[in-house]
């Protein structure tokens, strides 16, 4: 949950963005009324990239979005910096992420005390990454330059990297959510998927812990992963508290029952209700789904999350929120089953 927070309680998607003390609160405030996981969180898709050179614009309906691409050509990448931990730190703009996030957590420790979690995101390291180079010509570049386009995701890694510690040496901690939303089966083979996206989250996650962060790791696979998804069970590297979450299995919501046997001895499974049923007007699909798939992925070894394929929409109507909570009451209550 997003900017969904912001809408119920009577304000905009651009409010959530950009009031991220107020969209985080909000979040805070949905998440106790529809009695969802107690802890805030606020984030946008593209974390780090401002640091980089790109620049960012509010737009009314949507996240934060880049004004285009600033670089054309392989040769570029080249001159990329990765700014060190200080200078992240030390950043100043709007969108300077570690300040940003620095500012929104202290704001959680004073007023929500019991719901902070400081978070650092990867998030998409494939997708933030080819932003920098327009996402177009970065799925060219697999092809016809692929030794640029791993050295630009590679970049942006270390970016993020640099962030995670930066969060760790000041709350002594820092959750790690990565992901891989653009690299998926939609768009790119299995291969490149692993190439470019599996690699990089496993060299993400290992180079964080050992500058601090960690070790709570929220994997999310974003869009299609319909083969790919057993490529990250031994890509991946994995603590004693990990969430992995899949959203689809071509148009479908991916199985809970195929997740729980992929990765339950591996870390806890969210599973998932299509996202678009959160705007269908009839809650009982919702709650249908949801039966499913908790019944296919409860008993998982590690424990079991319910949740939605994406984010829920902005939009999303209060009886689907609350047909998913009551879904995961009665068939997931632990000790009832």
């Not at 003390?21 to 606020?42: M, N």
């Not at 614009?57 to 200080?86: C, F, N, Q």
């Amino acid at each position: 949950m997003l900017s969904n927070a912001a809408v119920s309680c009577g304000y905009t998607i651009r409010d959530f963005y950009e009031k991220p003390e107020l969209g985080i609160h909000c979040v805070g405030y949905i998440s106790q009324l529809f009695d969802l996981l107690p802890v805030t969180h606020w984030f946008f898709s593209l974390p780090w990239v401002t640091e980089l050179g790109l620049k960012l614009v509010y737009k009314e309906t949507l996240p934060p979005i880049p004004t285009g691409p600033i670089y054309s050509d392989p040769e570029d990448i080249d001159k990329m910096i990765v700014p060190s931990k200080e200078e992240l730190i030390n950043k100043t703009g709007t969108h300077a992420t570690v300040p940003l996030f620095y500012k929104i957590y202290d704001y959680v420790a004073k007023n929500l005390p019991m719901t902070l979690v400081p978070i650092s995101y990867g998030f998409d390291l494939v997708g933030a990454a080819a932003e920098m180079v327009g996402v177009e010509n970065f799925i060219m570049w697999t092809f016809t330059e692929p030794e640029a386009a791993n050295k630009l995701v590679r970049k942006y890694t270390d970016t993020a990297v640099n962030g995670a510690e930066a969060l760790a040496d000041k709350y002594g901690m820092a959750m790690l959510i990565v992901g891989s939303v653009l690299a998926n089966n939609d768009i790119f083979s299995d291969e490149t998927v692993e190439e470019y996206s599996v690699k990089n989250m496993y060299y993400y996650v290992d180079q964080c812990f050992k500058r601090g962060a960690g070790p709570q790791v929220f994997y999310h696979l974003c869009g299609n992963h319909e083969t790919d998804y057993k490529l990250f069970k031994d890509g991946l590297m994995w603590s004693p508290f990990t969430v992995i979450h899949a959203g689809y299995q071509g148009r479908n919501p991916f199985p809970s029952g195929l997740l729980k046997e992929t990765f339950a001895d591996k870390a806890t499974c969210m599973g998932s209700v299509d996202t678009k049923l959160m705007i269908d007007p009839n809650p009982n699909k919702v709650y249908n789904q949801a039966k499913e798939q908790l019944l296919a992925g409860r008993d998982s070894k590690k424990g079991y999350i319910l949740g939605t394929a994406c984010e829920t929409p902005p939009y999303t109507l209060p009886g689907q929120m609350l047909a998913l909570v009551k879904a995961a009451r009665d068939f997931g209550t632990y000790g009832t089953w």
